[in-house]
């Protein structure tokens, strides 16, 4: 089938189900990239980076060839033997092979094989369906054990970050050696994206201007890492070109050119994830794991913003507390898939308000939440995680309290004054010395009325409790705490009605 396609040139293209999880192979006679733009898990992809000298034979970058002297970098040599003679081609005129990308290709080469018998230049065996060749018995193609034997000759590289269930495009240029009229006869590699062998058709490509063969192959990862690999058995006939290999890119399917059709028979399957609890007024990401899928609907029911087209959705806020759907519609160019998911996302209850009192320079946060976190003049207080906090300093304070589904609320108080006494309706006392040893005492209060005195621990937990009988104005007040462990302590007097708070420190 001929098509024609916005590349640039005449395309052949048809879609081939091949392999496990390959989802169809894709070929287009033209030089241009097919997608631009793209998130390339691929390094070094156009040969670009090497140490080798580019030119026939000239350096050898597989370490089995007697002739190695160079690596690819990011790329692996394996199999081969001693004769083989892997190397870069250049756009030196009178190379042998056009170069699509940059300044240098990999050309694989490899002498003579026997792709289908022990007969030289046997190709009867050979199926072209689509873009793949077919119909190579078992045990073929083979070669002389100085070329690699059955194995051939490969270059493979290991890709990381892929996302298991999503679908990716493996996307390459193939060429083929150009050697005067010799090699006009299109030749055969393989490809194998880590589910076996898909072999595939070369063309000679003369410098300049020889057009050779897009490749797209759309494949499901199956895990986070992938091998892509290479393979050249070498010429499959006298007149057969070898592969020269250029442009090699591996990116999202979302990424793939729209221009392109959806592989035939490609079942899309809408799927993704999310953070499903969350607290109030707080966003999340959405993760897309759909196959074979280009565009994409999303609606979030109670969500800012309630809709999207993005692949992966950011930043979807949740204000109100609640069990809320998700709905997604995957879709290409003649098909699509819904899938919608009744209360993915449970946004938590509002925390319990926040408050701050003060009493003298003691600041009281409301009690019951899990965890406190004390700052000053927008600064974190190293070790400030109590439901009080003493000001040491005067300024700004605020206090974030964490309750028990992690989600935090804020309370703030301005214009604190360090060092005023405690004061709260009226009852006033310092208590002397802080930090104390054994004996406390409590000073300056003004009351003559009993009083109820009570001594907290950083847990809120009382450890200390008794009356205090009536005592004159400015009386000393002494209180055995010589009992109490190291630490900060709450001291609270109460009296006719009025409270007082303050903080001490136990040696």
Request: glycine share 8%; aromatic share 12%; charged share 10%.
């Given at each position: 089938?001929?098509?024609?396609?916005?590349?640039?040139?005449?395309?052949?293209?048809?879609?081939?189900?091949?392999?496990?999880?390959?989802?169809?192979?894709?070929?287009?006679?033209?030089?241009?990239?097919?997608?631009?733009?793209?998130?390339?898990?691929?390094?070094?992809?156009?040969?670009?980076?090497?140490?080798?000298?580019?030119?026939?034979?000239?350096?050898?970058?597989?370490?089995?060839?007697?002739?190695?002297?160079?690596?690819?970098?990011?790329?692996?040599?394996?199999?081969?033997?001693?004769?083989?003679?892997?190397?870069?081609?250049?756009?030196?005129?009178?190379?042998?092979?056009?170069?699509?990308?940059?300044?240098r290709?990999?050309?694989?080469?490899?002498?003579?094989?026997?792709?289908?018998?022990?007969t030289?230049?046997?190709?009867?065996?050979?199926?072209?369906?689509?873009?793949?060749?077919?119909?190579?018995?078992?045990?073929?193609?083979?070669?002389?054990?100085?070329?690699?034997?059955?194995?051939?000759?490969?270059?493979?590289?290991?890709?990381?970050?892929?996302?298991?269930?999503?679908?990716?495009?493996?996307?390459?240029?193939?060429?083929?050696?150009?050697?005067?009229?010799?090699?006009?006869?299109?030749g055969?590699?393989?490809?194998?994206?880590?589910?076996?062998?898909?072999?595939?058709?070369?063309?000679?490509?003369?410098?300049?201007?020889?057009?050779?063969?897009?490749?797209?192959?759309?494949?499901?990862a199956?895990?986070?890492?992938?091998?892509?690999?290479?393979?050249?058995?070498?010429?499959?006939?006298?007149?057969?070109t070898?592969?020269?290999?250029?442009?090699?890119?591996?990116?999202?399917?979302?990424?793939?050119?729209?221009?392109?059709?959806?592989?035939?028979?490609?079942?899309?399957?809408?799927?993704?994830?999310?953070?499903?609890?969350?607290?109030?007024?707080?966003?999340?990401?959405?993760?897309?794991?759909?196959?074979?899928?280009?565009?994409?609907?999303?609606?979030?029911?109670?969500?800012?913003?309630?809709?999207?087209?993005?692949?992966?959705?950011t930043?979807?806020?949740?204000?109100?507390?609640?069990?809320?759907?998700?709905?997604?519609?995957?879709?290409?160019?003649?098909?699509?898939?819904?899938?919608?998911?009744?209360?993915?996302?449970?946004?938590?209850?509002?925390?319990?308000?926040?408050?701050?009192?003060?009493?003298?320079?003691?600041?009281?946060a409301?009690?019951?939440?899990?965890?406190?976190?004390?700052?000053?003049?927008g600064?974190?207080?190293?070790?400030?995680?109590?439901?009080?906090?003493?000001?040491?300093?005067?300024?700004?304070?605020?206090?974030?309290?964490?309750?028990?589904?992690?989600?935090?609320?804020?309370?703030?108080?301005?214009?604190?004054?360090?060092?005023?006494?405690?004061?709260?309706?009226?009852?006033?006392?310092?208590v002397?010395?802080?930090?104390?040893?054994?004996?406390l005492?409590?000073?300056?209060?003004?009351?003559?009325?009993?009083?109820?005195?009570?001594?907290?621990?950083?847990?809120?937990?009382?450890?200390?409790?008794?009356?205090?009988?009536?005592?004159?104005?400015?009386?000393?007040?002494?209180?055995?705490?010589?009992?109490l462990?190291?630490?900060?302590?709450?001291?609270?007097?109460?009296?006719?009605?009025?409270?007082?708070?303050?903080?001490?420190?136990?040696?």
């Amino acid at each position: 089938m001929k098509k024609s396609l916005l590349f640039f040139a005449l395309c052949f293209t048809l879609c081939h189900l091949s392999m496990a999880q390959v989802v169809c192979i894709m070929c287009y006679d033209q030089n241009d990239s097919i997608s631009t733009g793209v998130n390339n898990f691929i390094l070094n992809g156009g040969f670009e980076n090497s140490n080798c000298a580019p030119g026939y034979i000239l350096d050898v970058f597989c370490p089995n060839s007697s002739y190695y002297s160079c690596d690819l970098d990011n790329w692996t040599c394996t199999g081969g033997g001693t004769s083989t003679y892997v190397c870069l081609f250049d756009t030196t005129p009178g190379t042998r092979s056009t170069v699509v990308e940059g300044n240098r290709a990999a050309y694989m080469g490899n002498y003579f094989c026997n792709p289908c018998s022990a007969t030289v230049d046997d190709t009867s065996c050979f199926v072209t369906t689509d873009c793949e060749l077919t119909g190579i018995p078992v045990g073929y193609p083979t070669h002389d054990p100085t070329y690699g034997g059955n194995l051939g000759v490969s270059i493979e590289q290991v890709v990381n970050g892929l996302l298991p269930g999503n679908t990716y495009v493996l996307e390459f240029w193939a060429g083929g050696e150009n050697n005067a009229n010799y090699f006009i006869n299109p030749g055969m590699f393989g490809v194998d994206v880590g589910f076996g062998y898909n072999l595939l058709r070369c063309h000679q490509t003369p410098y300049p201007g020889g057009v050779g063969t897009r490749y797209i192959v759309e494949f499901n990862a199956v895990s986070t890492s992938d091998t892509i690999k290479f393979t050249s058995w070498g010429h499959v006939c006298s007149s057969c070109t070898e592969l020269v290999l250029d442009d090699v890119r591996l990116y999202p399917l979302a990424d793939l050119n729209p221009s392109v059709p959806p592989c035939a028979g490609a079942t899309i399957n809408a799927l993704f994830n999310a953070p499903h609890h969350i607290c109030p007024g707080t966003c999340t990401n959405f993760t897309n794991l759909s196959v074979n899928a280009t565009s994409y609907q999303w609606t979030f029911a109670g969500a800012t913003p309630s809709v999207s087209t993005d692949a992966n959705p950011t930043n979807v806020c949740y204000n109100t507390p609640g069990n809320y759907a998700v709905t997604l519609i995957a879709s290409n160019a003649t098909a699509s898939d819904t899938l919608t998911l009744n209360n993915y996302i449970t946004v938590y209850p509002y925390p319990a308000p926040q408050g701050i009192a003060q009493s003298g320079d003691t600041l009281i946060a409301n009690q019951g939440a899990v965890s406190y976190q004390w700052y000053h003049g927008g600064n974190l207080i190293p070790g400030a995680t109590d439901y009080f906090y003493v000001a040491t300093e005067s300024g700004d304070y605020n206090v974030v309290a964490t309750d028990a589904n992690n989600c935090e609320v804020e309370a703030a108080i301005f214009d604190v004054v360090a060092g005023v006494s405690s004061t709260v309706y009226g009852l006033q006392f310092t208590v002397y010395p802080n930090p104390v040893g054994d004996k406390l005492e409590i000073r300056s209060w003004n009351l003559e009325a009993a009083a109820s005195i009570s001594i907290y621990n950083l847990l809120g937990e009382k450890v200390m409790a008794f009356k205090r009988q009536a005592k004159s104005q400015n009386q000393p007040a002494p209180i055995n705490v010589s009992q109490l462990p190291s630490g900060s302590y709450l001291l609270e007097v109460s009296s006719d009605g009025k409270t007082g708070r303050t903080t001490f420190v136990k040696q």
